[in-house]
């Protein structure tokens, strides 16, 4: 993928829309940075924090937008458990989410400095270090890629999308009462890429191989969320025009071997090619349509509806509803 250096009008669009409602949404933009962000989430108390891109090599991997914009460390250094904490040295983060605990999870896929793949949560509430749980082999493998997740409180797991290197694509099942993780799935149509390229603007998007040939990335299971009352989990490769769904309790289900858990995915709807997604409380299910520069909804009739398009909507890639039930989401511009 093109990386560009220079950002405008990347975070953070305000996107306003209801079911029901005739014609595109509107979206303002609310920061601009001249940073890459990677993910978004936005707690409870309505703390902004995303991670930034690991392809921008930034010096922090996470951060908080203060209310002039202003971005800084998250966690602040200037925490006691911050400083006394070796285990909160965060190398490559992009996936994060907040529970309604107060716990941002911060998923370190550890791929800059080489390190074991590990999940962080930082309680906000209490400015102190919640958890830490790592993910060494065979739960991650040399293709690894943990990249976004889910966090389901009432069945205490959180479930992770890990596209690798597609073929050995997989979800990871982290049990929260123990830390114990399993890798499930991996092989299954559901979180495999499909034979489909990327065009943006006319242009096939490329990365060029160590031998210097270009190819056609097809990137494996990597949109993942869960509804509200925490029963489907939805996800799907992102170079793919399926969402798939699969009950949580079964995701959570230790007892239920692989050709089981296998035969209760379901096919859901159709998709666009696209990165983060996540769903309000009507089920309608908000994505980045990353080949035309837009923002679009799976309503829960499973009918695809475009909600708005721009020039500005390049790559959008991560999604989270603040407190006050607005949709911010982030542009990163990775071509």
């Known amino acids: 993928m093109n990386r560009l250096i220079k950002f405008s009008a990347i975070l ?166 123990t830390g114990a993780a399993r890798r499930v799935l991996q092989g299954h149509s559901s979180v495999l890429p499909e034979n489909v390229d990327l065009i943006i603007d006319g242009k096939p998007i490329q990365v060029r191989e160590a031998s210097g040939r270009l190819v056609r990335p097809h990137i494996g299971v990597n949109p993942i969320t869960e509804d509200l009352n925490n029963e489907w989990v939805y996800y799907g490769p992102m170079h793919g025009h399926s969402l798939y769904r699969i009950k949580a309790a079964d995701l959570a289900d230790e007892n239920l071997d692989a050709k089981t858990l296998a035969s209760r995915v379901e096919r859901y709807s159709d998709k666009p090619i696209s990165d983060g997604i996540t769903i309000d409380e009507r089920n309608n299910i908000y994505l980045g349509e990353l080949a035309e520069n837009a923002i679009g909804v799976i309503l829960a009739d499973r009918t695809y509806r475009r909600l708005a398009q721009c020039p500005r909507l390049s790559w959008v890639d991560s999604f989270s509803f603040g407190p006050e039930g607005r949709l911010y989401a982030v542009v990163n511009r990775l071509c």
């Open 12 to 177: 953070l669009l305000g996107v306003t829309w209801r079911a029901g409602a005739e014609g595109n949404s509107n979206f303002e933009i609310l920061a601009s940075l001249d940073r890459g962000p990677g993910n978004v989430t936005v707690t409870q108390e309505g703390h902004v924090i995303m991670s930034l891109h690991q392809f921008y090599a930034p010096e922090f991997s996470v951060v908080e937008m203060q209310s002039n914009h202003a971005l800084t460390p998250f966690p602040s250094p200037a925490s006691s458990a911050f400083a006394s904490r070796s285990a909160l040295k965060l190398d490559s983060v992009l996936g994060i989410r907040s529970d309604k605990n107060g716990v941002v999870w911060m998923l370190d896929n550890g791929m800059r400095g080489k390190s074991t793949p590990k999940l962080v949560g930082w309680n906000v509430r209490t400015d102190q270090l919640h958890r830490v749980i790592y993910l060494p082999p065979p739960v991650t493998g040399e293709h690894a890629f943990v990249n976004d997740f889910a966090v389901d409180l009432r069945h205490q797991r959180i479930f992770i999308s890990d596209p690798a290197g597609g073929s050995d694509a997989a979800l990871i099942v982290i049990d929260l009462a």
